[in-house]
């Protein structure tokens, strides 16, 4: 089991586009979270997917949105992109069933850069 | 509003000292508290949490509802500590507040 696998790795965009970042779930997780992590700082709560729904959000923009499919992967989507969108954005995902403290396991990220 | 700090940037230390990393949060309800960690070039990833009570790696915390404060102790830092750490809290849902994290350097 690969764990938590998040694509592309990188990659570069320019201001006023919009990015498509993907997280495929750790074999057996249901529920998929999404962070951003900017330079220096902790990551932040984006939101969070379970059964293909929004079920969370944090403090973040409707220019962030996001998807869940039916095999449990999701996609963060932003639109209208920033300079400072610019971060690293985490997938986490965990096992719905047995409660809150079923450990998050997170990916590897994908570091977006706006121009 | 809910706040992790973790006030220490970074923390040097030499091989068999002893190590604490604060953390102090801001909540009034009673949360959950953990430690992740983020080794060099590799993903993050949970060290423990609270409500374990276990040691992990040697490393220990105890959660002080008095004092608001989760630190990360170890009696003996090894280099293979050297790590970033984060502090995070939640409260019956999923979203992690994280701290801003402390960089742990261990010389030999």
């Known amino acids: 089991d690969a764990g938590v696998t998040q694509s592309p790795t990188h990659l570069i965009k320019t201001r006023g586009q919009q990015v498509t970042l993907r997280c495929s779930p750790k074999?057996?997780?249901?529920?998929v979270s999404w962070y951003q992590q900017a330079l220096g700082q902790g990551p932040q709560f984006i939101f969070q997917y379970y059964e293909e729904e929004e079920r969370q959000r944090g403090n973040f923009p409707d220019r962030f949105s996001g998807h869940q499919f039916p095999n449990y992967s999701s996609e963060l989507n932003v639109n209208a992109l920033l300079l400072g969108d610019s971060a690293l954005y985490l997938c986490?995902?965990?096992?719905?069933?047995?409660?809150?403290?079923?450990?998050?396991?997170f990916g590897p990220g994908t570091r977006l850069t706006v121009t | 509003a809910q706040r992790v700090t973790q006030p220490e940037k970074l923390l040097s230390v030499f091989k068999g000292a002893p190590v604490e990393l604060k953390c102090n949060y801001s909540y009034s309800g009673s949360p959950e508290l953990f430690w992740y960690v983020q080794y060099s070039r590799q993903r993050l990833q949970l060290l423990l949490r609270?409500?374990s009570r276990e040691s992990i790696k040697g490393f220990t915390a105890d959660l002080n509802k008095g004092e608001t404060s989760f630190h990360l102790k170890k009696p003996f830092a090894q280099e293979e500590d050297s790590a970033m750490y984060y502090c995070a809290l939640t409260y019956n849902t999923d979203k992690l507040i994280f701290g801003t994290g402390t960089r742990l350097q261990v010389f030999p």
């Open positions: 074999s057996g997780h249901d529920t």
């Open positions: 986490a995902s965990r096992v719905a069933s047995g409660g809150l403290r079923y450990e998050q396991y």
């Open positions: 609270h409500i």
